[in-house]
């Protein structure tokens, strides 16, 4: 990590965090029994190695390939020009395979929090068509919502307090695999 944070706990261990996501994996092949019409969108950016490990065990599940993509609902968001100057300013779809009209999507991300990111994300699959449906799941529920907004698949639901973070590290991003409770120094 980074930033000016000191590590609280580990809410996750790599080998935690793979069960965690075959637990997902199978409440998403449990919601939707074929895997047709199916495509997983990762968040950027850690949502989109989370959205490739479900989209693979899927696979395995339904014993064929489902339609993966990555989205960055950046310039989406609703505080997009009170936040810190992005280097780039220039909409990155990482990967969009198909089409998301009449599709069931599967929203990838790893920790919810005020929900503000996920209704920029659906915005952005909006604007690409009309999916059938829009299911939302996340490694890690911290709560403190801002927006109603749930997750139809969760790994973890921890309490947060005001100065803490939930910190998802994943590999090829990070070093390691494993999810961690910081306290916020400010």
Same mark, same amino acid.
């Given at each position: 990590?980074?930033?000016?944070?000191?590590?609280?706990?580990?809410?996750?261990?790599?080998?935690?965090?793979?069960?965690?996501?075959?637990?997902?994996?199978?409440?998403?092949?449990?919601?939707?029994?074929?895997?047709?019409?199916?495509?997983?969108?990762?968040?950027?950016?850690?949502?989109?190695?989370?959205?490739?490990?479900?989209?693979?065990?899927?696979?395995?599940?339904?014993?064929?390939?489902?339609?993966?993509?990555?989205? =960055?609902?950046?310039?989406?968001? =609703?505080?997009?020009?009170?936040?810190?100057?992005?280097?780039?300013?220039?909409?990155?779809?990482?990967?969009?395979?198909?089409?998301?009209?009449?599709?069931?999507?599967?929203?990838?991300?790893?920790?919810?929090?005020?929900?503000?990111?996920?209704?920029?994300?659906?915005?952005?699959?909006?604007?690409?068509?009309?999916?059938?449906?829009?299911?939302?799941?996340?490694?890690?529920?911290?709560?403190?919502?801002?927006?109603?907004?749930?997750? =139809?698949?969760?790994?973890?639901?921890?309490?947060?307090?005001?100065?803490?973070?939930?910190?998802?590290?994943?590999?090829?991003?990070?070093?390691?695999?494993?999810?961690?409770?910081?306290?916020?120094?400010?």
């Amino acid at each position: 990590m980074k930033d000016n944070c000191k590590r609280i706990q580990e809410l996750l261990s790599a080998q935690a965090m793979e069960f965690a996501l075959d637990e997902m994996a199978a409440k998403i092949a449990k919601m939707h029994p074929k895997a047709e019409n199916l495509i997983v969108l990762g968040m950027a950016s850690r949502g989109i190695p989370l959205a490739k490990k479900l989209s693979e065990r899927l696979s395995q599940k339904f014993g064929k390939p489902i339609e993966t993509g990555s989205l =960055d609902a950046t310039f989406y968001r =609703d505080d997009f020009h009170y936040r810190k100057k992005a280097a780039s300013t220039e909409m990155r779809f990482t990967e969009m395979p198909t089409s998301v009209e009449g599709k069931t999507v599967i929203l990838v991300d790893d920790v919810l929090y005020t929900g503000r990111s996920v209704r920029a994300a659906m915005q952005a699959i909006l604007d690409l068509g009309r999916p059938a449906a829009i299911r939302l799941c996340v490694l890690v529920d911290r709560g403190h919502r801002e927006l109603p907004i749930a997750p =139809d698949c969760v790994g973890l639901t921890v309490e947060t307090a005001a100065n803490q973070e939930v910190r998802v590290m994943i590999e090829p991003i990070d070093n390691e695999n494993s999810v961690y409770l910081v306290e916020v120094e400010e």
